[in-house]
């Protein structure tokens, strides 16, 4: 990824005077795990106990000459900070340590300017960091210089932003523009999409819970599977941003739009929620949420309600959810998951209860079906043609009368077979 990769120490502030919603040494793991997905080795951690954040260096004087130190010993050429810096904070940090200074925000938009793939997404990335950057620009000038020579100089920072302001203004215009234009024709095809009348069942969930992996597990359980429609899943954080849709059918006329969205993460940073809100609006559409939870992870709860905090600010939290505890296979025997309404323990990569959860996918969006044994005369024989249309035939035989048939019939039509019927 990197012709040279970078070394990094990472540094966050406890804050004891403000109670976090995310406790200090998870937060730096998960912080660690985006390091090296964005393709950094991770040197070391520093964590400042402090009751409240430095204006000039965000943590204390005296850890910032520690970190120095660390710096020079461990021969680190990059300090990320757990939290968002102002401009300032970054450049006074970068001048008494001599080394780049990002943010976690900057450092999650360099990991999603890495993997945006589609146009959309990557105006989308390039609007978050133009928007992260600007009111940053005072303290920037160190990493804009080198222009794309690590992380949190990518994209925007290739064109020496720090030279004009305006121009800056103008891309942000420019892009709006244009993703106006994309999201128009994003509700043309959702238009063409409902007239179809298919119900859309969205997945969402934490990054890496597996959503892209499920996709693919139900794609391939689906009628006329096609190897081409799967999509590109991998265990890493953010492995995908762009939206992905398919059709899936499955026996009994459960058909249905399958939507894959972009992975939450905590501290997801505002502008990029923001700027991925007309992708994320895929979600309000959707007739059925799949809550996608990594059970694996021991933070389920916390990625859980990370998840649910993010659709709220969507909107969408009031929709109906199927919460998938997933990745089963890789948790230990005697592990204790939390029994609650509408939920379902799987493993999309081992294909365990996914058979339940198509169960649960119809209850929710199916058609409403009932059996029936029919007695059709030889004179009404259009009518098993008909059946075919209305539901599903799972048997005939020509007898005497006419000919009897076991047949699953959606409810909406069983006006046309009711006085058929030889159980009522």
């Known amino acids: ?33 985006l390091t090296k997905a964005a393709g950094a080795e991770v040197l070391s951690i520093a964590i400042q106990n402090r009751p409240a954040v430095d204006v000039t260096y965000f943590i204390g004087k005296g850890k910032v000459d520690e970190i120095k130190q660390l710096c020079e010993t461990l021969e680190a050429d990059m300090v990320i900070f757990n939290d968002e810096l102002s401009g300032s904070q970054i450049r006074n940090l970068e001048e008494t340590l001599g080394v780049d200074v990002i943010d976690r925000t900057a450092l999650i938009l360099d990991i999603f300017a890495q993997r945006a793939r589609t146009k959309e997404g990557k105006l989308q990335v390039e609007l978050a960091q133009l928007k992260y950057r600007m009111p940053r620009l005072i303290g920037l000038g160190r990493q804009l210089s080198q222009q794309g020579a690590g992380i949190g100089t990518r994209g925007p920072g290739e064109k020496k932003l720090e030279t004009d302001r305006r121009h800056i203004l103008k891309r942000i215009d420019d892009i709006e523009q244009e993703l106006k234009e994309v999201k128009k024709n994003r509700e043309v095809q959702r238009g063409k999409r409902s007239k179809s009348e298919l119900p859309i069942v969205a997945l969402v969930g934490y990054t890496n819970a597996g959503k892209s992996t499920l996709m693919n597990s139900l794609l391939k359980m689906s009628d006329q ?6 999509v590109y899943a991998e265990d890493m954080l953010f492995a995908t941003l762009d939206v992905s849709l398919r059709r899936l059918s499955f026996p009994n006329k459960l058909d249905f739009i399958l939507t894959d969205t972009v992975g939450f993460v905590s501290k997801l940073p505002h502008a990029l929620v923001n700027a991925f809100k007309a992708t994320l609006e895929e979600v309000k559409y959707a007739d059925l949420l799949i809550h996608v939870i990594d059970a694996s992870n021991e933070e389920y709860n916390l990625q859980k309600q990370t998840t649910l905090d993010v659709l709220r600010e969507l ?54 079906i009932i059996d029936v044994h029919l007695l059709i005369p030889y004179d009404k024989g259009n009518l098993i043609s008909s059946l075919h249309n209305d539901g599903v035939v799972l048997g005939s035989e020509y007898v005497e009368e006419g000919i009897e048939v076991k047949a699953r019939v959606e409810k909406m039509y069983y006006h046309k077979y009711e006085s058929f019927n030889l159980d009522k």
Request: glycine letters at 6%; a negative charge; hydrophobic letters at 35%.
């Open 225 to 230: 599977y096609d190897e081409a429609r799967e």
């Open 315 to 368: 909107g969408v939290e009031n929709k109906n959810i199927i919460n998938v505890y997933n990745k089963v296979d890789k948790i230990l025997d005697g592990t204790l998951l939390p029994k609650e309404e509408n939920a379902l323990c799987i493993s999309a990569k081992a294909n365990k209860n996914l058979d339940t959860l198509i169960e649960h996918i119809r209850n929710q969006i199916g058609p409403d």
């Open 1 to 33: 990824m990197y012709e040279k990769k970078s070394k990094a120490i990472l540094v966050g502030l406890n804050n004891t005077g403000k109670k976090e919603s995310i406790d200090i040494e998870i937060s730096m793991n998960e912080l660690s795990e």
